[in-house]
């Protein structure tokens, strides 16, 4: 049930866009996503409700395909406060995990000056 | 104005002790949630709590029990701590009963280390 992101890994130069994919094997109602410092704590970025559905938050957007379970998370021309683990969180249409989020494993995101 | 907060930030303790974790969130939210972050950095759910009643419990050893004094609150206790309890674990409030349409605001964590 666990949703794979990828890639795992990712290091960009300041300025450069990313991309940051969240697959289910599951339907999906919703795709959270949060950004994660070193030795700080998850912080929300966005939530993605409905199939199609697309959000920005400053040069961070995320798209949601409800048809094909997948979500991408989108940074563009990306600053050096973008570092950090990007992890989706997966809220599954139909039953399973109890009414919780189901985190992928996360994407480690650097940004190189 | 600290959202959730939780206490200690750091906890070192031996094989085979009691400890406790607590936290508490000043946004009015309706449910409360322990994670567990691993090594790995693998976000796992423990527990959560949704107006002092424990709504959805998985599978986590026994001897890890939440208590929740009122909605504001909701404390972790471990018993016969083991040296795979190490870990960073993570307190959360959402608005309304399932995270599914609603953020998860964390605390800041406590880095648990068993020797």
């Known amino acids: 049930q666990q949703p794979v992101q990828s890639p795992q890994a990712v290091i960009l130069r300041e300025g450069e866009d990313a991309v940051i994919n969240c697959s289910s094997s599951?339907?999906?109602?919703?795709v959270h996503w949060y950004r994660q410092k070193h030795g700080e704590a998850p912080v929300f970025l966005m939530i993605l409700l409905k199939g199609g559905e697309q959000k920005g938050h400053e040069k961070i957007s995320a798209s949601f395909n409800e048809k094909k379970q997948q979500s991408s998370l989108y940074l563009t021309a990306s600053q050096l406060s973008y570092s950090g683990t990007y992890f989706c969180?997966?809220?599954?249409?139909?039953?399973?995990?109890?009414?919780?989020?189901?985190f992928g494993k996360g994407t480690k995101l650097s940004v190189k000056p | 104005d600290t959202a959730v907060s939780q206490t200690p930030k750091y906890l070192v303790t031996q094989m085979g002790n009691d400890k406790s974790i607590k936290c508490e969130q000043n946004l009015g939210h309706d449910t409360m949630y322990w994670y567990k972050q691993d090594s790995k950095k693998f976000l796992k759910i423990m527990f959560s709590y949704n107006n002092k009643e424990l709504i959805i419990n998985e599978t986590v050893p026994n001897r890890f029990s939440p208590k929740s004094p009122d909605k504001a609150h909701l404390n972790l206790h471990i018993n016969s701590l083991e040296l795979g309890d190490s870990a960073v674990y993570f307190c959360a409030s959402s608005q309304e009963g399932t995270p599914y349409n609603s953020p998860l605001h964390f605390g800041n964590g406590t880095r648990l280390t068993v020797t």
């Open positions: 599951k339907a999906l109602y919703s």
């Open positions: 969180g997966t809220g599954l249409l139909y039953g399973g995990s109890q009414g919780n989020l189901i």
